[in-house]
């Protein structure tokens, strides 16, 4: 029944990979990000590749404490336990590093990557709200235009951003009609098929190949809507908003899927936490995506009351039977939010709620099986049927 | 924790349905296996046996000439029966509280102290699962936990539920991880802090812990405590004080999820939530 698997993704991935190379070669910079909060349309502006770096194994925590605490959220030590031990592809391949200070962990973390690869820290304000917040984010992104020139980009130009604009508004679009796949009576597409389409590959190359597989593989999906046995299966399935922390280690997702429900949407970063209105055109490029960067409704912001009210709507538009939050641990502001979201979940949304505390050891997956068939278990109080035959 | 077996078990009402066959429920735990076998809406048959790391070896011995016409499997190694017998399997979530309801039809919390878990269970008024919560990955303050301090101050379990019950006062044990908390005891006992002052220190720290998973899904009586920790008079008179509200035990705490599993087999889907 899977479609789309990690076979469509490395296939895609290593072919990317191949064509990055060349263009490295002919002299092109790579430059890798690691949080939704750096405009990657200001990289691909200065003629740069953007690349996400890996942050989602346990295999590099062991270097990584060898300078970290252990604890300290996962996310943050397998970025750092890979650059130490060169065991990132993506991070090999990066010339420099613009990074986020999302949160204090990463925040000091970045300060020893800058000892790896030139690093540019872009500094968050505490809020979204009011016109001080914007102007101080849109200082912060003129600092990195001028820290790309430095690293071998090119000099920002309004007409170069504004072309990075429009080709990263398509392409978040066609992410989007994705997800929208499963607004539907019956959902068309698995959680882990939207995560391997939308994100096959690391690297922002070739935006244009990247938006026509994007509508392939929605053509062949849309066929699923004509095929009964696929929509008898679908429609028994509890369909799963998964929220909070990035999806960057994928045992959660799995484990909800192979216990039965579908994660219809997700609204973490990379989902519709990042793919929310496109970026205005028309007016001062600059300031227009430090608006729409601005507003990603991350739990680093105070208030964040934007997140809560996209929960509301993906669970109507999603028609969502129960939500579940990610929190890995030690990140404390996903955690410290996690109760106002239950909250809202329970009480606006009128849905079941459950939290799924954990990191990205594999030791803990038969307690979350329990507490996710558990929780399975509530939205569907029919038990199954028991056998019929003589035991044993 | 002790082996036990109980053929003829009448801790419940009769009932005279027509139906002769007979239905088991398997709780594979994560020390031992709980086997119950309902015939007629009646317990037939209750047993529970240590599994020595072999639960699916334990679950054939327990059903060895049984013969029951239907089974469903629960617990922590409830995919192994499956696997094995074809047979459906719930979490222990579920089965626990189909057991409850069923030997205390006003329940509306459950406390399931086990061998390597800690669960809170919230029920509505007509028995459906609202919330649940269970301890973190690790064994603190399980039952685990409390074999482990038991043996560090040389005491079996009864002797160490009751000098903790015994104990005017309780020394203030802080560490919850099996292994740090079996240092500090040990320290503790070497600076002249009586045992009984230990055990009773070390019973209201998973008391503590239990208490705060149950006010997490919110408490309302009837509260019903089962598992290994149902078999610990301190820990049920700490509860009791901790909570404010009488904790009900029923006569085999160790056998609510494999009795409501047996029940949900014997109704299968026909099965509900209400109870008769």
Redesign the interface.
């Known amino acids: 029944m899977t479609l789309f698997d990690e076979s469509y993704r490395s296939d895609i991935e290593i072919e990317v990979f191949r064509q990055v190379n060349a263009r490295k070669a002919e002299g092109a910079k790579v430059f890798g990000v690691y949080c939704a909060f750096t405009p990657r349309e200001l990289l691909a502006a200065a003629g740069g590749i953007p690349v996400a770096l890996c942050a989602g194994s346990e295999q590099p925590m062991a270097e990584a404490e060898r300078h970290l605490p252990r604890n300290l959220c996962p996310l943050i030590k397998s970025s750092y336990g890979h650059a130490l031990a060169d065991s990132c592809p993506y991070f090999h391949c990066a010339d420099a590093l613009v990074a986020d200070a999302t949160c204090d962990g990463k925040k000091k973390m970045f300060e020893l990557l800058a000892r790896i690869r030139p690093l540019h820290l872009l500094h968050l304000p505490q809020t979204a709200a009011g016109p001080a917040a914007l102007d101080y984010w849109l200082a912060e992104l003129k600092g990195v235009a001028r820290f790309l020139e430095e690293a071998g980009g090119r000099p920002l130009t309004r007409t170069a951003l504004g072309e990075q604009i429009e080709r990263y508004n398509a392409f978040r679009e066609h992410k989007r009609r994705i997800f929208e796949l499963n607004q539907g009576p019956v959902p068309l597409v698995t959680g882990r098929e939207i995560d391997v389409i939308t994100a096959p590959t690391l690297f922002d190359f070739d935006l244009e190949a990247r938006i026509a597989e994007l509508d392939q593989a929605r053509d062949r999906l849309l066929e699923r809507a004509r095929d009964p046995q696929f929509r008898a299966g679908m429609a028994a399935r509890p369909r799963i908003l998964l929220t909070g922390c990035p999806i960057t280690n994928r045992k959660v997702l799995d484990l909800l899927e192979e216990a039965g429900a579908v994660v219809a949407v997700m609204e973490n970063c990379g989902g519709m936490k990042t793919l929310g209105d496109p970026v205005a055109t028309g007016g001062d490029p600059l300031r227009a995506l430090a608006a729409t960067y601005l507003a990603i409704p991350c739990p680093c912001m105070s208030p964040n009351r934007r997140r809560l009210e996209l929960l509301e709507s993906l669970v109507r538009s999603y028609r969502i039977d129960a939500v579940v939050e990610l929190t890995w641990d030690a990140c404390h502001t996903y955690n410290v939010e996690a109760w106002q979201v239950r909250e809202h979940v329970q009480g606006a949304c009128g849905r079941p709620y459950l939290q799924i505390?954990?990191d990205y050891s594999p030791?803990?997956c038969?307690?979350l099986r329990?507490?996710i068939?558990?929780f399975l278990?509530?939205l569907d109080?029919?038990?199954?049927?028991?056998?019929?035959r003589?035991?044993? | 924790m002790n082996n036990f077996s109980l053929t003829h078990g009448d801790t419940l009402p009769p009932d005279p349905g027509p139906d002769p066959r007979t239905w088991a429920g398997l709780d594979l735990g994560s020390r031992t296996v709980k086997l119950v076998l309902v015939r007629g809406g009646r317990v037939i048959h209750q047993e529970v046996r240590c599994h020595a790391h072999d639960p699916l070896a334990t679950c054939r011995e327990l059903l060895d000439g049984r013969h029951p016409d239907g089974l469903l499997a629960t617990g922590y190694g409830r995919r192994l029966a499956q696997a094995q017998w074809g047979c459906p399997a719930l979490t222990e979530i579920k089965a626990v509280a189909a057991g409850a309801r069923h030997l205390r039809p006003a329940c509306r919390t459950i406390l399931d102290i086990g061998g390597q878990d800690t669960k809170a269970v919230a029920l509505d008024g007509a028995g459906r699962t609202q919330g649940f919560e269970m301890n973190d990955k690790c064994a603190a303050g399980t039952g685990r936990f409390l074999e482990v301090m038991a043996m560090a101050l040389g005491m079996t379990l009864d002797q160490f539920s009751g000098a903790a019950l015994a104990s005017p006062e309780a020394a203030p044990v802080n560490d919850m991880c099996t292994v740090f908390a079996e240092s500090e005891v040990v320290s503790l006992a070497a600076r002249g802090t009586p045992r009984e002052a230990l055990a009773r220190g070390l019973h209201a720290s998973v008391v503590r812990r239990a208490a705060a998973l149950a006010r997490r899904v919110g408490i309302q009586p009837d509260l019903l405590l089962c598992g290994g920790g149902g078999h610990n008079p301190c820990l049920r008179a700490l509860l009791e004080e901790a909570l404010g509200i009488p904790v009900w035990v029923p006569d085999q705490p160790q056998t609510v999820a494999a009795l409501g599993a047996a029940l949900m087999a014997a109704a299968g889907p026909g099965w509900t939530e209400e109870t008769p």
Request: glycine share 4%.
């Open positions: 505390h954990t030791s803990d038969e307690q329990t507490r068939g558990a278990e509530m109080p029919v038990p199954p049927a028991p056998c019929e003589r035991i044993p």
